[in-house]
């Protein structure tokens, strides 16, 4: 029993313990904002019910959001190099609350949709920054143990979030809007006090995002996310119209999903330590294949159990690759372009975000077994393509970011 106790301070410090006061600021910060995202999980039901937009209307108006949300990641990258990581998420943060009020105060379809186009560009400008802090922020041999607990923190404040919306939604809207605003602006006081600005000198190094468009590996890294991000997107587009149209109920869909945030917030601080000494790319494929099988698994199951089975599988996946996506990016981005870096990677799941239910929705209407054994194949070509540029990584990681590498480098 003593040696079990002394060892439990060794055994906290080797899963949380060694990062510097501003990363436990940016994680805690990130955990309240979640807490508080309550407004995309429920912004179709809203569009719908208290604004009385039409189906047609509500997708165009959604479609405005992913329009911003793709262009976000761009300029939020931008914004990181060139005016400071602190800035940019603060600024996101306070931008985020103003425009969450508006909306939710919005009645006419004009300021409906000018609201959701700026929500779409501010409400994940954070992402860029906050990547690129941690890599600022983090030595190289510990960053994925820290996204890994970022990733961790995320999901345990979206799974509460979820629960408190739903609950919260019966009192109305308005409540949805100014709690997401209030925790948007707890996030950027936090971080404009308390984190510090890590931006390198750009006086001693220039470049933009035709640098990092002339990264071949980055470039091909970014299109490998891009598959794999539009196989696990399903998971949130087609996967409850899969359940449902098996004759099971919404619940059951629900049931399935928990089943993702337990095994999240259980399994991933458990084996993050011990996967933070793997090679992420190596690592990262594995992640991808796991995914793949599990979502390809999904073809052969039409009940509550047996969707729950998959989702337990493509979830262990997606526990492995949490932290190494933003892992690999750090490896392959000179510090001067960190911001520019994560945005290009943003973009890749922006543009996964609108993809996924355009072509995912048309592969169901083939059938479940083309939609599940068709993205099951993309999710494997994506974990080849992530083990094939492996060796160039490492290498890139070893040689100290030269920018323009190709893949082969």
């Known amino acids: 029993m003593t040696s079990v106790i002394s060892d439990r301070p060794s055994f906290l410090r080797s899963r949380i313990g060694g990062f510097p006061r501003a990363f436990w600021v940016l994680l805690g910060g990130t955990f309240i904002n979640r807490l508080g995202t309550m407004v995309e999980p429920f912004i179709g039901i809203y569009l719908t019910q208290a604004r009385g937009l039409p189906l047609a209307t509500a997708g165009l108006v959604l479609a405005v959001f992913g329009i911003g949300s793709l262009m976000s990641q761009l300029v939020a990258g931008w914004l990181a190099d060139h005016l400071g990581r602190r800035a940019t998420l603060a600024g996101g943060m306070v931008a985020t609350a103003a425009t969450m009020i508006a909306l939710g105060y919005s009645t006419s379809l004009p300021a409906i949709v000018a609201a959701m186009g700026v929500l779409g560009v501010v409400v994940d400008a954070y992402r860029p920054a906050s990547q690129a802090l941690v890599a600022d922020l983090i030595p190289a041999h510990d960053r994925s143990r820290a996204f890994g607990l970022l990733f961790w923190a995320i999901n345990l404040g979206f799974a509460v979030a979820m629960v408190a919306g739903g609950m919260l939604v019966r009192s109305g809207f308005v409540w949805l809007f100014w709690i997401d605003a209030v925790t948007s602006v707890v996030f950027g006081v936090l971080v404009w006090r308390a984190v510090p600005e890590t931006r390198p000198d750009r006086t001693r190094e220039a470049g933009g995002f035709g640098d990092v468009l002339k990264d071949r590996l980055m470039v091909t890294y970014v299109a490998l996310t891009l598959l794999y991000t539009f196989v696990y997107l399903q998971a949130y587009t087609t996967l409850p119209l899969a359940v449902t149209s098996s004759g099971l109920p ?87 372009l960190r911001g520019r870096y994560s945005g290009l990677f943003g973009f890749a799941w922006s543009a996964g975000g609108l993809l996924a239910p355009l072509i995912g929705t048309r592969l169901l209407s083939a059938g479940q077994a083309t939609l599940w054994i068709t993205v099951g194949v993309l999710g494997l070509l994506a974990a080849l393509g992530q083990l094939a540029i492996g060796p160039a990584i490492r290498r890139r990681a070893a040689a100290g970011h030269p920018v323009g590498v190709g893949v082969g480098a």
């Open 250 to 336: 919404a619940s059951a869909y629900g049931f399935a999903m928990a089943v993702n945030g337990l095994l999240i917030v259980v399994v991933q601080p458990l084996v993050g330590h011990w996967l933070a000494k793997r090679d992420p790319s190596g690592t990262l494929a594995l992640g991808m294949a796991v995914c793949a099988l599990g979502f390809a698994l999904t073809a052969f199951v039409s009940t509550t159990a047996g969707y729950a089975v998959s989702v337990a599988i493509w979830t262990l996946g997606e526990v492995v690759t949490a932290g190494m996506a933003g892992t690999v990016v750090a490896l392959l981005a000179p510090p001067h």
